[in-house]
């Protein structure tokens, strides 16, 4: 872990979930598809890492809700920056099998406007992630 990181940079995000067996099962392969390694795990919760940023899921007895709603004030979504688009599309294919359903069909992979090659994937606790195809431009 890098011992003195960037001012500004992001150190890490908690989300609660509903359900932690549930989103192990979808985060794990997403974050691990993306380079994140796990970096804690107890009954409550699991985090992975990347560089000295990390991402939690925890099941706290505290929620007070069994689903996110992305629409309400909080957390809208999170975005991932992915290397390319057939390394996007490869991860779009095989997320059904991981619990993730691709939002705005139509229109993907143009949902985020014209020269915005992209992936919006929701999970079944209704959280979502943009995958970001890094396409350089011609």
Do not use: K
């Not at 229109?107 to 396409?135: K, M, N, Q, S, T």
Request: hydrophobic share 40%.
């Amino acid at each position: 872990m890098n011992d003195n990181p960037t001012t500004g940079t992001l150190h890490h995000v908690e989300i609660w979930v509903p359900d932690l067996r549930r989103a192990i099962g979808s985060w794990q392969w997403l974050l691990e598809s993306l380079g994140y390694a796990l970096f804690q795990d107890w009954s409550g919760g699991r985090s992975w890492r990347l560089g000295a940023t990390y991402l939690v899921m925890e099941q706290s007895p505290a929620l007070t809700a069994t689903r996110h709603d992305r629409c309400r004030p909080g957390l809208n979504h999170l975005a991932f920056h992915v290397e390319g688009g057939a390394r996007l599309d490869a991860l779009v294919e095989q997320a059904p099998a991981h619990g993730w359903t691709l939002m705005f069909p139509d229109r993907h992979p143009w949902a985020g406007g014209e020269g915005h090659y992209a992936a919006y994937l929701e999970d079944e606790d209704g959280f979502e992630v943009e995958l970001v195809a890094c396409i350089p431009p011609d």
